[in-house]
């Protein structure tokens, strides 16, 4: 449960860098496309940061499938966001992602065929969410 609550706060500080970083350009004249993907870019880090936060609370509630499902969902999330990030503020997500792949190991249910075919729907679901709002925000 530590873990995951250590993830959630670094995924909420560094949306939080992120916006400072964006800010502190002071680039005033960008198109619209921009400023759509940074505010594309900081939701989905701040649902990164509030699945985790809710892997945690149902960690402390010993419902360790459902939390391993949100914890999941925002590995996943962190992962690829990360990678793409990875010259801005991809190597703080993959920390993130660390923290939750560690709290994940931690459940006890996470063995068997089934726990992967379960937790292949949040993985997809957390690229696709991620791959749509990137295209729609502008392309690559």
């Known amino acids: ?18 916006r400072l970083l964006i800010a502190s350009q002071g680039v005033p004249n960008l198109p619209g496309g921009y400023w759509s993907r940074v505010d594309f870019v900081t939701v989905f880090m701040a649902g990164i940061a509030a699945a985790a936060l809710g892997g945690a609370v149902l960690l402390g509630l010993r419902r360790e499938t459902a939390a391993s499902l949100l914890l999941a969902a925002a590995l996943t999330g962190s992962a690829a ?3 793409l990030a ?5 190597l703080a997500l993959l920390v993130v992602a660390a923290l939750l792949a560690l709290a994940m190991a931690g459940c006890s249910s996470t063995t068997g065929w089934r726990w ?3 937790h ?4 997809a679901l ?12 502008g392309g690559w």
């Open 126 to 137: 957390s690229v696709a969410v991620l791959v749509t709002g990137i295209g729609l925000t």
């Open 1 to 18: 449960m530590v873990l995951a609550i250590l993830g959630a706060a670094a995924a909420a500080a560094t949306d939080w860098g992120y």
């Open 81 to 83: 966001l990360g990678v």
């Open 86 to 90: 990875i010259f801005s503020i991809g």
């Open 120 to 123: 292949l729907v949040p993985l």
């Open 116 to 118: 992967l075919a379960a």
